[in-house]
């Protein structure tokens, strides 16, 4: 059974820095993607890093580039989401996802939503 669990979430000041964890269970990642998502107040779930093993490549919604980095510890089954340089508008509920989408950009672009394993969220607040 596929399991996704999410830590690291809190309140940061503009500027400062967080890292997210995702420990993952169920499934290797020779096979499926993972990456993560967050939800604005009022807003949709949008894309913001996700990565494939299988063939290396990462993909980094233009709002995070340069500030964001995904990475994983496959001796912990474990995927962070290094955060720094944060905005207000970073503020929103992270969540890990995993799919065996074709490419990075498929899952954290195109990819339905319904169709993407989830894990309960954390939330992030950016504010001073």
């Known amino acids: 059974q596929l399991q996704l669990e999410e830590s690291g979430g809190g309140l940061v000041q503009p500027g400062g820095s967080l890292r997210l964890s995702c420990a993952y269970s169920g499934f290797t990642l020779d096979y499926y993607g993972i990456g993560w998502f967050r939800q604005a107040p009022g807003k949709e779930r949008e894309g913001v890093s996700c990565m494939r093993s299988s063939d290396g490549t990462i993909y980094y919604a233009n709002s995070v580039k340069g500030r964001f980095t995904i990475s994983r510890d496959n001796a912990k089954n474990t995927v962070y989401l290094q955060m720094n340089n944060l905005k207000p508008e970073d503020t929103g509920v992270y969540f890990c996802?995993?799919?065996?989408?074709?490419?990075?950009?498929?899952?954290?672009?195109?990819?339905?939503?319904?169709?993407?394993?989830w894990g309960q969220g954390t939330q992030v607040t950016v504010s001073s």
């Open positions: 996802v995993a799919d065996y989408s074709p490419t990075v950009q498929a899952m954290c672009v195109t990819t339905p939503h319904w169709r993407l394993s």
